[in-house]
């Protein structure tokens, strides 16, 4: 079945740095994935939805200059926390959908437990 | 706006009992709707992926179904088991132009060995 890789898996930084996290679709390609935030025990919340070749779609109260998306090509996808502070503490989680196949099921990363201290 | 609810919240059963997960959406208008397993602090598994033309789909154990004119979904897990426990989450894709996809908060599911 379709595997979506998520790198690194945890990543521990301080306050003030950036962090990057890479969403890769390994067996197929993916014109669109998306980026979810979970806190612990909420439901996942879209916050960016990442075109391959332009530019990413951000959700409501999701500050794009601060989680910058890009989408280089149709299987790579990254997602860059920039100057991090304690409260960007999450889980954070990417998706992918099979290219041309709007009806086909989402596949999910593992996704990234980022902790700011 | 579409809005997905899961009842309840908590769910504790002893092993091998069969038991059913619910899932409401506000907007009947959907393209699919997707149940997913997440164990604590992994990503989802899809589980099963319902059209909006289908009313059921079966994967070993687990059944879900799809009732859009209501906006309902639910889940059955026959003969559960230890390895079920996780917490379980339904998705809707509505039917316009964005894309989105609109999760509910998930039932925690606790199986007693």
Redesign the interface.
Known sequence: GAV?S?HPSRVICKSGTSVKIECRSLDFQAT?M?WYRQFP????M?MA?SNEGSKA?YEQGVEKDKFLINHASLTLSTLTVTSAHPEDSS?Y?C?ARSRGL??????????T?LTVT | KQEVTQIPAALSVPEGENLVLNCSFTDSAIYNLQWFRQDPGKGLTSLLLIQSSQREQTSGRLNASLDKSSGRSTLYIAASQPGDSATYLCAVKSQNRDDKIIFGKGTRLHILP
């Open positions: 979506v998520q669109t998306f025990k909420q439901s996942l879209l939805t779609t889980f989680i998706s709007n009806n086909s099921p989402l596949h999910f990363g593992n996704g437990r």
